[in-house]
């Protein structure tokens, strides 16, 4: 970036550390990335894979789990490619969670909802990439934790840890690559929000960028702050996977193309161009014009 625009510095001057976060992710989470990596990032690679992953979630359903890293890293695991991984998400629960977790869970509900669902498909292609045979476990056990409001549920009162346990959790080990990306230091693991002036990311670093769901809860001046570091940390080949919803976003200025999150001007004041991946019109490719 040549110089500073006027509207990020004043972004800069309105920057206030958001509060409000929305933790909801699922097992199908990570598709568009893995898809992305294999067709634009992999074949260009040159050395080790470095991916950012902004916000990783830690909820399906009832049970607090991280997944979408692990996804991720399976799926390279699988492919045997050398990764480090940085993850940035302003919840502390999402890094905890992240820093500790052992075994990964997910609703046995989930992988018979719909003809078109490939879940049960991603599972066990995630236990092929790993190495491993998984389990489906009808009693509690160390890792799998259920939200506290499920035990207060007015709606739904049939819906309890042990319906959820009747009918059956998918357990797998996290990815070995993953735990020793953390020993080793090939992931790193950042409590802070995206937007925060102060995060230092490594400048023209990473080859590949997610942010999913993520900046429609932004404000304004965080979505452009979290647009310029992650525009800053990717390097020249790098691509970026970005999604808003339009329907989130409350402010005007931002939102006359792309999504809710920036305009044609500003994405191209920070050296990005963005292509619309597939029938969303929420879902955006962004890389640096060579
Ligand atoms: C709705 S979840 C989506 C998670 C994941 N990307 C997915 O698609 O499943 C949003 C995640 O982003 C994190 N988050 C929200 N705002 C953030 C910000 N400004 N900076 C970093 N992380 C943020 C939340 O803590 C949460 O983990």
């Known amino acids: 970036m040549a110089e500073t625009p006027v509207w990020l510095e004043e972004a800069e001057s309105l920057y206030q550390t958001q509060e409000y976060v929305v933790n909801v992710t699922s097992f199908a989470r990570g598709n568009v990335e893995i898809e992305v990596l294999d067709r634009e990032v992999i074949p260009n690679l040159d050395g080790r894979l470095k991916i950012l992953l902004v916000g990783a979630g830690i909820g399906q359903d009832d049970i607090l789990c991280c997944l979408m890293p692990y996804r991720i890293a399976a799926h390279l695991e699988g492919k045997g490619i050398d990764y480090e991984m940085t993850i940035v998400d302003l919840n502390p629960k999402v890094i905890e969670d992240l820093r500790t977790r052992e075994e990964l869970f997910v609703a046995g509900w989930h992988f018979g909802l719909t003809e078109e669902d490939n879940l049960l498909e991603e599972w066990n292609k995630y236990l092929a990439d790993t190495g491993q045979t998984g389990e489906i476990i009808h009693e509690r056990r160390e890792g799998l934790v259920f939200l506290d409001y499920i035990e207060e549920r007015v709606y739904e009162p049939h819906i309890t840890p ?129």
Request: hydrophobic share 40%.
């Open 162 to 290: 042990e319906s959820y346990l009747e009918e059956g959790v998918f357990c797998a080990r996290v990815p070995a690559s993953f735990t020793r990306g953390l020993e080793e230091g090939r992931v790193t693991l950042i409590h802070s929000d995206i937007a925060d002036p102060g995060l230092e990311l490594p400048e023209d670093y990473f080859d590949f960028t997610s942010c999913y769901e993520v900046l429609y809860q932004c404000s304004q001046s965080g979505q452009m702050l979290a647009m310029m570091a992650m525009a800053l940390s990717l390097n020249e080949r790098g691509v970026a996977v970005v999604s808003d919803r339009k329907s989130f976003s409350a402010f005007e200025r931002l939102m006359q193309q792309n999504g809710g999150w920036c305009g044609e001007v500003e994405l191209v004041q920070l050296g990005l161009s963005a292509n619309q991946i597939g029938e969303r019109d929420s879902l955006f490719l962004l890389r640096k014009p060579s």
